[in-house]
């Protein structure tokens, strides 16, 4: 019997590590075996749960440990003062709508009046320009809108795809965001799908192509063996 061990390289948190099982692969081909052990943290995407605004860590809503879907909701932020800022953006935005409305009535009359030799072209000149700053400022209010709603979002912090979720890193009540870092919540760990590399000797390489060819080499995988599966990457 030949068996081989791949090493791993773990360049995940300790904590994420701790919750990922040892699984087994077992590859028979005639009376010699080669025994593949992984475990999972192999070429896994790992990313931190990050709060991306200031506030009260209002509760967490997954269980730690646990798989969790792409969208989940994991974490909920204070949303008061996002809140207001939100209402403040609106009402300002408002407040824009309605300038630039009195200045592109004002211009239009003036230039009624420009064409009856009643104004100047300077007075015609500064109505236009007032329309135009008007208008800007309706941009401007609209941008700050979109980053008031954007803010907003970043209170509920969701899974960015489907994984294994470690513990939490920060209770419930703590200020997160302090001093404008991004404080860490959570690891979240991509498993699904795993690669596993692993360099068996010519010979068995040989053995095991031929043998999958033949759909003569059974496969043990998590406890489920499979006697007639083939062996696709190797």
Known sequence: AVERQIDTVDTLPAQAVERHRRH??????????????????????????????????????????????????????????????????????AEARATRLRADQDFTRTKELFEKGVVSKSVLDQQRAERDVGAAAVQSAEAAVAAAQLDLSYCTVRAPFAGQIGRALVDPGNLVGESGQDTVLANIVQVDPIHVYFAPTERDHLDVLRGAKQRRIPQQRAGIEDRHQPVAAV
């Open 24 to 93: 087994t692969a077992r590859l028979a081909v005639d009376s010699r075996v080669l025994l593949l052990e992984v475990e999972r943290g192999a070429d896994e995407i790992a990313v931190d749960v990050r709060a991306r605004v200031r506030g009260y860590l209002r509760a967490r809503r997954y269980v730690e440990g646990q798989p969790v879907a792409a969208g989940d909701v994991l974490f909920e932020i204070d949303p008061s003062s996002y809140e207001v800022q939100l209402a403040a953006a609106n009402g300002q935005l």
